[in-house]
């Protein structure tokens, strides 16, 4: 793969096509904003993932899909059929994967708080539970047994490790510092495992980590993960995985194309990591679990939506559409960059903040965008949001969340 990552979105003969169709007709009866999704690219991003995991010789990896980032039906309903299974962070992530037949005991459920009516609902789902709880303090662990043992079950749990790395990536989405809320520090792990009355209705099945999203620098992975092997092999019990989570980042800026790590690096990372600081230390082979949402889903979304009007303002022009912050937050959120695309290519370029009509200053897709100038009616394309974008939306304003439309 080149720098570029693989997209739906191309102009053709200067007009720009979704997997080769024209928006015209993908457009025909539905109403902007919508998110429009491309099953192909879905189905190439999943399946790229699992063969570099196979090709580096993971042994029996699992995909567990953060649900977290599209939790769109049909989206799940195919990643099922690809064989994926589901990381999800609420009892509303869980039904929507059991609702989509993803199997139970392919589900990680992640997530600091963990009520214990969405404990009792994930260990009576399935004969067995799902695959395993992974466990963000102690207090849960407590919990998880306690709950067990009254429905006469044994959980499977997993301890999510505090790495305690830095990552580079926006600080909201960082997750694996000491200060974060995020996971067990090393020390509290060992000491939870020898206290045998968290034990009685619970097995520990794995140990997971997650650092942070939108990586794209692997030094701190290589990090995290000598941490997540240096305590595999001190409590030197048998394990059936270990989990590296997810957060590998997609291209949204020049920047990113620049300094992106592609899948199969990645993969590559991850496996001479582990085989340098676990492999070659012992003779235990669990599997790898991987918790991947962005890469899969990020490239294979866009924001359709079209031109409200146009207004100058003390020689700054604006460019108003009728997509918000309410149906994509990620620019007013966290300063995100998504590229915006007219339908038809256009040399002539001006200078446009591309705002919605939200009442915050905040609206904003774009400040001093140079593109081709953008009349009433027309469509203004917002790339990249097959991830964190209808997941994260609302109906601020009392707007009505945009549909989503799988190709």
């Known amino acids: 793969m080149n720098k570029i990552l693989k997209s739906p979105l191309e102009?053709?003969?200067?007009?720009?096509?979704?997997?080769?169709?024209?928006?015209?007709?993908?457009?025909?009866?539905?109403?902007?904003?919508?998110?429009?999704?491309?099953?192909?690219?879905?189905?190439?991003?999943?399946?790229?993932?699992?063969?570099?995991?196979?090709?580096?010789?993971?042994?029996?990896?699992?995909?567990?899909?953060?649900?977290?980032?599209?939790?769109?039906?049909?989206?799940?309903?195919?990643?099922?059929?690809?064989?994926?299974?589901?990381?999800v962070v609420s009892v509303g992530e869980l039904k929507c994967a059991l609702k989509a037949n993803i199997d139970p005991q392919k589900i990680i459920f992640s997530g600091v708080g963990k009520t214990a009516q969405e404990i009792k609902?994930?260990?009576?789902?399935?004969?067995?539970?799902?695959?395993?709880?992974?466990?963000?303090?102690?207090?849960?662990?407590?919990?998880?047994?306690?709950?067990?043992?009254?429905?006469?079950?044994?959980?499977?749990?997993?301890?999510?490790?505090?790495?305690?790395?830095?990552?580079?990536?926006?600080?909201?989405?960082?997750?694996?510092?000491?200060?974060?809320?995020?996971?067990?520090?090393?020390?509290?792990i060992l000491q939870a495992i020898d206290i045998q009355h968290l034990w009685t209705h619970c097995t520990l099945v794995g140990l997971s980590i997650h650092i942070g999203s939108q990586l794209t620098d692997m030094q701190?992975?290589?990090?995290?993960?000598?941490?997540?092997?240096?305590?595999?092999?001190?409590?030197?019990?048998?394990?059936?995985?270990?989990?590296?989570g997810g957060g590998l980042g997609i291209d949204y800026t020049q920047k990113d194309k620049k300094n992106l790590t592609q899948i199969d690096h990645y993969m590559k990372v991850v496996s001479l990591s582990f085989k340098k600081y676990y492999f070659d230390k012992t003779k235990k082979k669990p599997r790898i679990v991987f918790e991947p949402g962005r890469i899969l889903v990020g490239k294979m979304g866009v924001l359709v939506s079209k031109v409200i009007r146009t207004k100058m303002s003390d020689g700054?022009?604006?460019?108003?559409?009728?997509?918000?912050?309410?149906?994509?937050?990620?620019?007013?959120?966290?300063?995100?960059?998504?590229?915006?695309?007219?339908?038809?290519?256009?040399?002539?370029?001006i200078k446009t903040d591309i705002v919605g009509p939200i009442c915050e200053t905040s609206d904003c897709f774009g400040e001093g965008r140079k593109i081709p100038e953008l009349k009433s009616g027309e469509f203004a394309i917002i790339d990249n949001a097959g991830a964190y974008g209808h997941t994260m939306s609302s109906q601020y304003n009392e707007r009505p969340r945009p549909k989503e439309y799988l190709v």
Do not use: W
């Open 316 to 349: 700054r022009h604006f460019t108003i559409i009728d997509a918000g912050m309410n149906d994509l937050i990620r620019p007013a959120l966290y300063g995100a960059h998504h590229e915006i695309y007219p339908r038809l290519k256009n040399s002539k370029r």
């Open 121 to 188: 609902f994930a260990l009576s789902c399935h004969p067995h539970g799902i695959y395993a709880f992974n466990v963000e303090s102690i207090e849960e662990l407590e919990l998880i047994n306690t709950i067990a043992k009254q429905l006469k079950k044994i959980a499977r749990v997993s301890f999510r490790l505090n790495p305690e790395v830095n990552v580079i990536t926006h600080k909201h989405i960082a997750t694996g510092n000491k200060t974060h809320k995020f996971g067990i520090l090393k020390e509290d």
């Open 220 to 244: 701190a992975t290589k990090d995290a993960i000598l941490e997540l092997s240096k305590l595999a092999l001190t409590i030197n019990q048998d394990l059936e995985f270990l989990d590296v």
């Open 11 to 87: 102009y053709q003969n200067d007009e720009l096509t979704f997997d080769g169709k024209s928006f015209l007709t993908l457009s025909k009866g539905k109403k902007t904003p919508f998110y429009l999704y491309s099953r192909n690219t879905l189905k190439y991003y999943y399946q790229y993932f699992h063969s570099m995991a196979l090709k580096e010789k993971l042994k029996d990896p699992l995909i567990c899909y953060a649900v977290k980032a599209n939790s769109n039906i049909e989206v799940l309903k195919t990643l099922r059929n690809l064989g994926s299974g589901a990381d």
